[in-house]
């Protein structure tokens, strides 16, 4: 079949060898058969082919290098997927002679525009680097290009790269970590487990210690405590302490901040790894205080596989040992279940030892009491010993464990009786005198209990404290010295003993039996047997030539022994990295990674600032000479822009009376205006956004530079083309938005168009500060509005009132009421005109929610056609269920645009849409607003479409914000407190805010809140709380929001949701409004 000509046989062939490898049988035989097909020009042979090759090319090196060149041809494929599988495959052929040939194909790949062959590039560093080391250097300088890529498919590959090859470079992440940071909740899940990891200890090299202070505090009052005996180390502790007290209050670093801000939602994902990558992160850098939010996340994988329990279990059982308190909450959580396995049954006893305390023990050692009636023996041992760490811990139930444990001594089951014995032994040395009784009982145990071990420890015991059981101790040697041949060796060592002591102590009872059992074990196999009686004869019993520690034998022998101290196995594995194998095996693996210490002073932070290249200033320049705008009215610094703003309000008073075409027209434009400039960073632009923090800053002003300037170009255009379009345009069934003629107007006309102006002015007051928005309300009430006024400045000054307010727009970041977006539209309803079905109802114009415009279709993609969308925040009529999106098209050709509709919508599974009505003619400088329902079946990914003309398609999406999934609820205070009892635990998300300057009151907070989520205000009786109450769209989940302010600032908020994917992300949205 392979040798066939058809297609189809070669590609049955192939699937049947694809599948045979599968299920794990060696087709290495039909390997030269395969490689023939190569070159084969169909696709999907070709794909089946490369996958063939991956596995055996290593092992077939002679026959995979003949077909080289093939696979070099291959890298020039146009298909994606055959340039990644014949780099995949040229890198699995393991000879040093193709080294050079492999460089260059990675150096190539890695500047490939697919992330998909870039992400394949960076597989095969450490196959190149393991297969020669030399070339290390050329490979450091291809991950430090693939490490500034900014899409999400390639940053968990080259960081996997990174850590491989050179670990050691930290400087090249500088410059990239806040990207990563950003990056990371959208990295595949094994990419975020390899990027966690190396953030870890890239933090742990760059930033101070959060709880340097705490520690600083506790040594200085220790050394203080023990410098008090001398009065010159008195002196010095006191400099020690005063330096403690001097020392600068602990500042974090915000780009420490950004780390775990970031991860922290990580806590959520369902991959079990990365939720241990970010525990262990949160361990090993947050502050104290903020180390808790890990628990619940921990508790929750000990509902997973057995395997993850004991991953999980592991590094709990480290964790409880230092932040015991964290866990404290979840104690039933480690309550055994007894279809748990052994090895889990024995780590969560180990966890449930060291969370014992004065307040729960009591409720532990009723659980170990269950524990003990278990059939696992095990499991049971470990029970008893760890009843035996509680006594030792904790004094005040120390005698009854003791008494429980004596209990068992009688129990049937001999392991019990010899782990109890055992047990017994070390409590008993703290405190021998008030026992003897015990003592006694366990002496008579000598003639039932077989275990070697139980019977060494009676022995030992019977022996360490021989009088205080004068009588029984001789006779226990009588009845040990009659089985010394049987016993085992760790028994006979400890007869022995017993004989050197009561020799010592009671040598008339005893002598003879000690010599009867010397001699035994003078002649016993085992030599330690022999050298230990041989030596004890000459300490006790001397000779005439020898003897001088004779008198030494008691105070060798009898010495007080301390008593043992019950340690926690997993006391000292908190040095290993937490999540990492050697934490799990206790000892270094291979290619492990030191922690790396705290540094005492934190490293230079400027070194993770990213400059804007010139390259990308000089483009965007070029981009906006494409429109022909005046130098006098471009703008270029963030200077001339706040000059700007505060001419702002000379001119407002004058837009406020200029008719309905100037307010309706800066009101849509300052829509679209500032809104542009923020689209490159929202989600619902359907474009990724991977630029760090401090790139954006100039990134939106170049952007706000050049969306102002195509704005002007367009508002000329519309002005020159409204009077002759505008009787074509009045019978369409979708209605344009247009100029109308300035003339007399009605009464009704100037209301709208105070209403317009006024809620304009709200939207820009919401962008500036608070100096100027009081300049503006001063400017405004010394100059009121008069008709002659506004006449002359349509006549005179129409252009350059234009210019300046379409201009201005540009600087407002902040959402802009529905009435601003439908101001055209109203003018035109009042003067007689109709609308259509897809329009917004009037009735839904003075609502106080607010929208946002996103980008759908640059102008220069859309050769000439722009298309904005926003969310509505309207009922959809043809369904409840969907979400109302209002797109507004732009005709910015001097030629029509006909048959606008859309085609093959691309859904995932769950969602639909409703098209709008097909759009005929879109007259040179016109627009159309039509409305189309999607729903999005509760979910932020994207609706993908194709927005087609009668001459093009344009590959579309429209991905909505969270936010904007759900849709207003009424609800009493009281029925708000019920349903927020109901959505507790793992559906509540409690996050701690410092409120923004514009934030510190009522309003501020409900505007905020409410123009991030489509939620309602719910009526609350404290003046310190605000409450929104809210259900997604599509599934009804309830979303209830609280936001409770405090001194200084401080804020907390809380979201209860059903649904913990959408809280966690409406929690971020929230947060970034309120805090700006």
Known sequence: MLDSNKDSLKLEAMKRIVAMIARGKNASELFPAVVKNVACKNIEVKKLVYVYLVRYAEEQQDLALLSISTFQRGLKDPNQLIRASALRVLSSIRVTIIVPIMMLAIKEAASDMSPYVRKTAAHAIPKLYSLDPEQKDQLIEVIEKLLADKTTLVAGSVVMAFEEVCPERIDLIHKNYRKLCNLLIDVEE??????INMLTRYARTQFLNPNIN???????GEKAFYGSEEDEEAKEENTEASTVAKRKPYVMDPDHRLLLRNTKPLLQSRNAAVVMAVAQLYFHLAPKAEVGVIAKALVRLMRSHSEVQYVVLQNVATMTIKRRGMFEPYLKSFYIRSTDPTQIKVLKL?????????????????????????MDKDFVAATIQAIGRCATNIGEVRDTCLNGLVQLLSNRDELVVAESVVVIKKLLQMQPEQHSEIIKHMAKLTDNIQVPMA??????LIGEYCEHVPKIAPDVLRKMAKTFTNEEDIVKLQIINLAAKLYLTNSKQTKLLTQYVLNLAKYDQNYDIRDRARFIRQLIVPMDKGGALNKYAKKLFLALKPAPVLESPFKDRDHFQLGSLSHLLNAKAGGYQELP?????????????????DSVIKLLERVTTLTSVPEWTKCSSRDKRKDKKVEKPFYSDSEGESGPTESADSGSDSVSGSESSSSSEDSGSGSETEDSEDDSDSDEEE???????KKIVQRKMKTSASESAASEESGNEVKMQQKPKMGNRSKSDEESESESSESESDSEQESESETDVKTKKKVSASNPPSKQTKKTTVEKKEMSLLDLDDFESTTSHQVTPVNNVLSNSLVTDLEGLSLTDTMIPSATIASPSSVKMYELLHRIKGEGLAVEYCFSRQPFSFDKNMLAVQIQFSNNTTSEVKNLHVEEPKLQSGMRMKEFPEIDVLPPSGSATVVMGIDFCDSTQAANFQLCTHTRKFFVSIQPPVGELMTPIFMTENEFKKEQGKLMGMNEITEKLVLGEICQNDHAI???VTSAANISRVPCGSDKECRFAGKTVTSGSLVLVTVLTKEEGAAQLTINCEKMVIGTMLVKDILQALTQ
Do not use: C, H, M
Not at 190 to 195: N, S, T
């Open 190 to 195: 094994w990419g975020q487990v390899v990027i």
């Open 214 to 220: 705490e520690s600083l505090l506790e040594e200085g």
């Open 350 to 374: 180990e966890v449930l030892t060291n969370l014992a305390n004065e307040t729960n023990i009591s409720t532990i050692l009723r659980e170990f009491q269950t524990y003990i009636k278990s």
């Open 455 to 460: 019977r060494a420890s009676i022995l030992w």
């Open 597 to 613: 210490d705290w540094p005492e002073v934190a490293p230079d932070p400027s070194v993770r600032n990213v400059e804007v290249k």
């Open 703 to 709: 952007e706000e530079e050049k969306k102002g300037r």
């Open 1006 to 1008: 409900v505007q905020r």
